[in-house]
């Protein structure tokens, strides 16, 4: 139980382009679901928590204003880097589960690379 | 702060047996979990804590002192494919929260 899945695994763009990344639960539903990015070498870093139906809670350091959450459904949460840059690039993985004694479960990430 | 410790690297011979250490310091405490994750991929989930003891399952173990701040990942049986990262991860707080995870221990498995 609590698959998640992510999409897309791969984006390759430009300086300046907006990407989106979806995250979805598959067979149970995400009132919650958390936002991680990884840099290489590096342990995952939460970024946010995206909560279905209010804002998003965001870790102290990361641009509200710049990765853009929404989660409208209890099975779909996305991810919108805007304006991305460079140092944006990185490994997106979000992640979801029930909580207590339940795993978190992660999609399979998305690997951004700002050319 | 929420601080969790284990080390960088780590090898071990296909067939031997490997413990991989983490401690924490964290706010809370509700819950320690390990994943596996291999390059470029997403983690894995391995197996989960509690309490304190050990909690065995197939060719993983996992132990937990919650007094010492303390677990291991113990791996039985090396094979080549558990050449991977992995990452020992607290939830600090109850309900649906999220995971303060460690940097992660690179295990190479060699022949």
């Known amino acids: 139980g609590a698959v998640v899945s992510q999409h897309p695994s791969w984006v390759i763009c430009k300086s300046g382009t907006s990407v989106k990344i979806e995250c979805r639960s598959l067979?149970?539903?995400?009132?919650?679901m958390f936002w991680y990015r990884q840099f290489p070498k590096q342990s995952l870093m939460l970024m946010a928590t995206?909560?279905?139906?209010?804002?998003?809670?965001?870790e102290q350091g990361v641009e509200k204003d710049k990765f853009l959450i929404n989660h409208a459904s209890l099975t779909l949460s996305t991810l919108t880097v805007t304006s991305a840059h460079p140092e944006d690039s990185s490994f997106y993985i979000c992640?979801?589960?029930?909580?207590?004694?339940?795993?978190?479960?992660f999609g399979d990430g998305t690997r951004l690379s700002i050319l | 702060g929420q601080n969790i410790d284990q080390p960088t690297e780590m090898t071990a011979t296909e067939g031997a047996i490997v413990q991989i250490n983490c401690t924490y310091q964290?706010?809370?405490?509700?819950?320690l979990f390990w994943y596996q994750q291999h390059a470029g991929e997403a983690p894995t989930f391995l197996s989960y804590?509690?309490?304190?003891g050990l909690e065995e399952k197939g060719r993983f173990s996992s132990f937990l002192s919650r007094s010492k701040g303390y677990s291991y990942l113990l791996l039985k049986e090396l094979q080549m494919k558990d050449s991977a990262s992995y990452l020992c991860?607290?939830?600090?707080?109850?309900?649906?929260?999220?995971?303060?995870f460690g940097k992660g221990t690179r295990l190479s498995v060699i022949a």
């Open positions: 992640s979801g589960g029930l909580g207590g004694n339940q795993p978190q479960h």
């Open positions: 067979d149970f539903q995400a009132t919650t």
């Open positions: 995206s909560n279905e139906g209010s804002k998003a809670t965001y």
């Open positions: 964290t706010s809370g405490f509700n819950g």
């Open positions: 804590n509690v309490l304190d």
């Open positions: 991860a607290v939830r600090a707080h109850s309900g649906n929260t999220p995971l303060v």
